[in-house]
T-cell receptor
Framework: GDSVTQMEGPVTLSEEAFLTINCTYT??????LFWYVQYPGEGLQLLLK?????DKGSNKGFEATYRKETTSFHLEKGSVQVSDSAVYFC?????????FGKGTMLLVSP | GAGVSQSPSNKVTEKGKDVELRCDPI?????LYWYRQSLGQGLEFLIY????????KSGLPSDRFSAERTGGSVSTLTIQRTQQEDSAVYLC????????????FGQGTRLTVV
C-alpha cells in the first residue's frame, strides 16, 4: 500500500538557520503531495501542496518540489524563525487514500 | 460552518464506558476521514467516508470501534467498552472529494480513559 517516510525529529535549529525535512513516499499511481503543520495546541493545517511531478509548492517561506524520479517531497526553508516551531507532517493523497508520515518536530531557538 | 467542527473538545471517561465523538465537516465536502493521534505518534488512519458509505474501514483497531455518517454530513465515531489504550486525540478531516484534494482538519477530541 501507499506509505510516507519522513525523517525523525526533533530537529533543533537556531533562528535564521536553513531547514530541510526529508520526505519520501511509495505509491502505485500519481498522488498529490502535501505538507501539513501542527503548531503547539492547534489542529493540523495545510502548509503547501504539489499535484504533479516537478511542481513546487510554497507558502510562508517554505518550499517543496515533487520529485517523481526520487519519490521525494523534501521541505525546505532558507531562514527559520522561532514561530516555525511545530510538528510537520508529509502526506500523500491518492483516490480515497490520505496517508501521513509520522511527523517531524522542529524546535527553533532564538 | 467555516471549518471542520469536532465535539467534545475534551472527554474523560471511565474504563468500560461507551463514548461518542462527533464531527461536522465543511459544507459540501463529500469525503470525511477519522484519524487517531497518540502522544509522540503520527496519525493513525481509522476510517474513510465517501458520502454516507464507508469504503475503507481498514484502520478501525477493533470491533469496539464503529462510525457512521448521515445525510452526507455529520459523522459519529463510537468507541464501546473503552480501554486505557484508547486514550488519544481523535481527528476528523474533510475534503471536497476523494480525488487528490486538500483535507481540512478539525481541532480534535482529546479522549482520556481513566
Amino acid at each position: 500500500g501507499d506509505s510516507v517516510t519522513q525523517m525523525e525529529g526533533p530537529v533543533t535549529l537556531s533562528e535564521e538557520a536553513f531547514l530541510t525535512i526529508n520526505c519520501t513516499y511509495t505509491a502505485t499511481g500519481y498522488p498529490s503531495l502535501f505538507w501539513y503543520v501542527q503548531y503547539p495546541g492547534e489542529g493540523l493545517q495545510l502548509l503547501l501542496k504539489a499535484t504533479k511531478a516537478d511542481d513546487k509548492g510554497s507558502n510562508k517561506g517554505f518550499e517543496a518540489t515533487y520529485r517523481k524520479e526520487t519519490t521525494s517531497f523534501h521541505l525546505e526553508k532558507g531562514s527559520v524563525q522561532v514561530s516555525d516551531s511545530a510538528v510537520y507532517f508529509c502526506a500523500l493523497h491518492q483516490s480515497s487514500t490520505l496517508t501521513f508520515g509520522k511527523g517531524t518536530m522542529l524546535l527553533v531557538s532564538p | 460552518g467555516a471549518g471542520v467542527s469536532q465535539s467534545p473538545s475534551n472527554k474523560v471517561t471511565e474504563k468500560g464506558k461507551d463514548v461518542e465523538l462527533r464531527c461536522d465537516p465543511i459544507s459540501g465536502h463529500t469525503a470525511l476521514y477519522w484519524y487517531r493521534q497518540s502522544l509522540g505518534q503520527g496519525l493513525e488512519f481509522l476510517i474513510y467516508f465517501q458520502g454516507n458509505s464507508a469504503p475503507d474501514k481498514s484502520g478501525l483497531p477493533s470491533d469496539r470501534f464503529s462510525a457512521e455518517r448521515t445525510g452526507g454530513s455529520v459523522s459519529t465515531l463510537t468507541i464501546q467498552r473503552t480501554q486505557q489504550e484508547d486514550s488519544a486525540v481523535y481527528l476528523c478531516a474533510s475534503s471536497f472529494d476523494r480525488i487528490n484534494t486538500e483535507a481540512f482538519f478539525g481541532q480534535g477530541t482529546r479522549l482520556t480513559v481513566v
